[in-house]
């Protein structure tokens, strides 16, 4: 229970301040334990996103681990259906690691579900970051994106 309430804690501290990247390595190794030892009937959605999050290089200043990213990935996109925001988490990752047709399948995901009103600033925000981030410089390259992109508000 203490190790769940450190997870979802996590991205209120993220805004807070500046985590350093040994904090980041201590959060992905308590998700990592949630992954292999705890049920799913006692996760709450936010931890399949947070637990993304925190494996995204522009998030922490961490290399890429495929290792891990892709023991996330599996985990958490087999839960994203209960929290949308996951499949932009894991398009991040993806994009990362190189996998352009997968973040640009998460991402068109992400915005096909992510329609609501009350998700126009998350999806305006994701849209910007897609569109400028110098993390995305090669996505944007790779076939078919940029006229996903000029698709999506």
Known sequence: KELMELSQTQNNVITAKKIPKNKWMLFLDVYEFIIDNIGN???DPSFFCNALYACTTGNTGLPVDMRR??????????HAYANTTTYYNAGCVYNNMGEYDKALECFQKYFEQRK???????????????????????????????EF?????
């Open 41 to 43: 009937e006692c996760i």
């Open 149 to 153: 992109i000029g698709k999506i508000k």
């Open 69 to 78: 990213n892709r023991k996330f990935l599996n985990y958490c996109l087999s």
């Open 116 to 146: 609501e009103k009350e998700y126009k600033e998350e999806r305006k925000m994701f849209t910007t970051e897609l569109r400028v981030d110098k993390e995305f410089n090669d996505f944007r390259q790779h076939p078919g994106v940029a």
